[in-house]
C-alpha cells in the first residue's frame, strides 16, 4: 500500500502504521493493517461501503473506540510524531480537540440540546484553555464569524432544535476548529444534509482548512464528494486498504478491480434516453394535491403548515416517474397521500379511472392492491417477528387467496427477486440491507399491482447494493409493466430510472417534464441549484473521465 | 456489521442457532429471587400437605404458645399454629398478586392498543384514565371492599381498579410509536383489516414492557393486600393472609413479636423476589441495557 510517488521529507501530521482492531471476545479482526499518513494542509478521503472500517479507522485515531466491544491489536497511530496508540486516557483527552478534533454525521445528536450552542463551544475553552469569561465570549463569536453563521449573537444562545441542520454542522466545526487542532476528522459531515447544503459545508470546511493550515481525513460513501474535495484517496474495504493515491489517478486509472466496481456503481448524472410511452394509458393521475397540517394551540391563533399545494401529475403504464426534491420539499407527502397513508387536504387522485382521494378506509380497501409502496429504511420495513414468507403472503391473504397458495407465490417472487426460494422461512434480521429491500419489493409485488411507490428505495443502501436494486426494478418494470413513482433526493439516481422527473421545492412543483429535459436543460433557477450542487458533477466515474458537457 | 455487497443476491448469511440459554450466564440476584419464589409458590400449592396443622382451627388452651415439637413456630392469640397459617398465607398473596397481574393486563391491554390507534378514542379514554389515576388507590379499595363486601373477588376488582391506567398508557406509548414504522404502514397498504393489524403487527410489540410491568403489578398487588388486610378492609380474617396476620398479630406484638416478624419477612422476600425478577426481565429484554451489561 506504499505510495509509489516520493513526497518531501514533511512530518505527516497523521501517521498510522499497520493498524489492526479487533473483538476482544472473538478476535475477529475488523481492522486488518491499515497504513496511512496525512501531511500539512492535506484532505485524505477514507471511502469504502458500510462495514468497510472507515468509521474505525478514525475512531481508533481519536482514541474513542467503544471499550470492551473493540481494541487495538496492533500497529501505530502517530500524531505529529507522538504515539496514541497506548497513551494514557488524560493524554488523549488532552489532545482531543487541542490538536485533533472530530465532526460527525448527525449533528443534531452530536450537540447537547438542553444547552446553548453558543456555551457548547465556550465548553470547549473552558476545558483547554485559561482565559477570562469575557475572552472566551469573544474568542467564541470571532469563531462562529469565521464558520459563516448568521446573527452570531442570536445564535450564540440558540438550542440545536432552534438551528437548521447546516447551522448545526458549522456549530459543530466552529466547536472542531476553535482550539486550532492539527487534525480535523469528519466522519461523513454531510451526509444528512440537502446537497445545497452539502455544498456550503464543504466548501467551509475547504475554507478553513486553507486559512488554518488544517489536515482533514475525511470519511465518505459518496464518490461524488470525494471527487470534489480529496487530495488523496484511500479505498477501504472489509477493514482493510484496497488502493491508495492521488484523487486524479485513483479516479482515471483504479488499479485495483474493487475500486474499478465501486466507481462503475457510482449512477451518472447524465440522463437515460428516453424510452417511447408505448401505451399512452394513464395509471395514476394526481392533479391539484395539497396536504395542509393544521397545529391546533391553546393560546393563539390556529397556524397552519402547507405541506404540499397544487401538486399535478400523471403516470403511464409501465413509465417511471421521479419526484425530486430536498428534504422538506413534500416530496415525501405526496407519496403518502397517493398511498392514502394520510388523507390529502384536497385536489383528487385517480388510479386508472377510479377516484380514490374521498373513500373511506372500507370502500379504499379492493383498489389498495393497485398501487403499493417500497420503504427507505430496510431495517424497518419488514415486521422482525414475521417470517419473511409470511410477510410477503400477507397481502395476497388479505385479499382471500389461500394461505399455502399465497407462500407457494412467495417462493417464486423470491426467486423472481434474486434470492433462494426456500430463504422464506427466516426471518428479516437474517438479511443484509439490499437483500431486505429485494424482499421488501418481493411483498409489494405479490399484489400484482400496478403502481409501485418507491419512498427514497435506495437511499440507505451502498452505491453497488443500490445499482443492483434499481437492476432489479427496471427489469421487473420491462417484465411486468408495473409503473413506478420513485421519490428520491439523489440526482444521479433519478437520473437512471426516471422517463419523467418532477421537482418539488417547498410544497409545490418547480419544473415537470422528461428526465432528459429537465436534468439536461433546466429551465427552473431551483432545479439549476440542484444539480451545481450536485457533487462530483465534472466527472463521469463509470467511465474514469471527466465530462465535457458540465451543466 | 461487515455487509457482504457485491454478494447481495447470491450468499445468505447462514442462519442463526435458536436462543439456547446458557446457565453460565444466570446472575445472582434473580437467580436467588427465583429459587425464593419457586420456594413460596411451591408452598402455597403444597400447603395441605406441608402445613402440620389446620390453619384456622382454634385451640384456647393453646393460646400465644412458644415454639415446641408441636407447633414449630408457636401459636396465635386464638390457639392457631402459626407456621401453618404463614404457609397458607401464601396462597393469598400469589392469587392475589397474579389475579391482579392478569386482570390489569386482561382490561389494559386492549384498551391501550385502541387507544393508540384511534386519536379521538384517544383523547377519551386517556383523561378517563388520568381521572383514574387520581385517586389514591387504597382509599379506592378501602371505599370499593366496604361497599360491596369483603371477599377474595372484590379486594383484587379493588386493587386492579388503579392499576389499569398504568398498562393502558404502557401499551398505547408503544403502539403510538410503533403505528409509524414503516411495517405496519405496509401492512395497512396490503389491505390488511384492523383487528389482524393490531393483532399481528402492534401488539407484540408490547409483550416485553408489559413483562416488566407485570412483575411491578404483581408486587405492589400483594404489597396492596397486605395493606388492606391490616386496615382491616381486606379478606375476611377467617382466611389467613400475611396482611392479616400482622395487623392480628400488632395487639400482641410486646408479648409474642415473632407474631408480626415471620409474615413480615415473608411478605418482604416475596416482594423483593418479583421485583428482582422483574428488574432481569427488563434487562434481558431491552436490548440497549443488554448492550450496556454485556450479557
Known sequence: MSDPVTRDPVTPVLAVTDLRVHLPASRIQVLDGISLDILPGETLCLVGESGSGKSVTSLATMGLLPKKALAIAGGSVRLEGEELVGASDARLRALRASRMAMIFQEPMTALNPVMPVGRQIEEVLKTHMHLSARERREKVLAMMEQVHLPNIERVYGSYPHQLSGGQRQRIMIAMALILDPKLLIADEPTTALDVTTQKQILKLIKEMQERMRTSVLFITHDMGVVADIADRVCVMHHGQMVETGAVADILRSPREDYTRRLLSAVPSLTPRPPRPDATREKVLTVSELAKTYAQRSLFGPKRETVAAEEVSFTLGRGRTLGIVGESGSGKSTVARCVMRLIDPTSGSIRLGTQEVSDLSPATLRPFRKRIQMIFQDPYRSLNPRINVGESIAEGPCNFGLPKAQALRRARELMTLVGLPEDAVERFPHQFSGGQRQRIAIARALAMEPDVLVADEAVSALDVSVQAQVLDLLADLQTRLGIAILFITHDLRVAAQICDDVVVMHKGRIVEHGTAEDVLARPRADYTRDLLAAAPGRHWDFANFRPLETAV | ?295
Open chain 2, 1 to 295: 456489521m461487515a455487509s457482504s455487497s457485491h454478494t447481495d443476491a447470491g450468499a445468505l448469511p447462514v442462519a442463526r442457532p435458536r436462543y439456547i440459554p446458557n446457565l453460565a450466564h444466570l446472575r445472582f440476584a434473580p437467580t436467588v429471587a427465583g429459587l425464593c419464589l419457586l420456594l413460596i409458590v411451591l408452598m402455597a400449592i403444597f400447603a395441605p400437605l406441608i402445613a402440620p396443622h389446620d390453619p384456622i382451627a382454634m385451640l384456647p388452651a393453646q393460646r400465644l404458645k412458644p415454639p415446641s415439637d408441636t407447633f414449630l413456630l408457636g401459636t396465635d392469640a386464638y390457639g392457631r399454629d402459626l407456621l401453618s397459617r404463614l404457609i397458607y398465607g401464601a396462597r393469598i398473596s400469589l392469587i392475589v398478586g397474579l389475579g391482579v397481574m392478569v386482570i390489569a393486563i386482561a382490561v389494559g391491554l386492549p384498551l391501550g392498543l385502541l387507544s393508540g390507534y384511534f386519536r379521538t378514542l384517544d383523547a377519551i379514554l386517556m383523561r378517563i384514565m388520568d381521572g383514574l389515576m387520581a385517586i389514591p388507590s387504597v382509599l379506592l379499595a378501602i371505599a370499593v371492599v366496604s361497599l360491596s363486601g369483603s371477599s377474595l373477588l372484590t379486594v383484587m376488582i379493588a386493587i386492579t381498579i388503579p392499576e389499569v391506567p398504568r398498562v393502558v398508557r404502557l401499551v398505547r406509548s408503544v403502539v403510538l410509536s410503533a403505528r409509524n414504522e414503516p411495517y405496519v404502514e405496509a401492512a395497512i397498504a396490503m389491505g390488511t383489516r384492523l383487528p389482524a393489524l393490531l393483532a399481528r403487527h402492534l401488539m407484540p410489540n408490547t409483550y416485553a414492557p408489559l413483562i416488566v410491568q407485570g412483575t411491578y403489578i404483581c408486587a405492589s398487588a400483594i404489597l396492596t393486600e397486605a395493606i388492606l388486610s391490616f386496615l382491616g378492609a381486606g379478606i375476611g380474617t377467617e382466611t389467613p393472609s400475611w396482611g392479616n396476620m400482622i395487623s392480628e398479630g400488632r395487639m400482641y406484638f410486646q408479648l409474642k413479636p415473632s407474631l408480626i416478624f415471620w409474615p413480615g419477612v415473608l411478605l418482604s422476600i416475596c416482594i423483593l423476589s418479583v421485583n428482582l425478577i422483574g428488574d432481569a426481565a427488563r434487562d434481558l429484554l431491552d436490548p440497549r441495557l443488554k448492550k450496556r451489561t454485556g450479557a
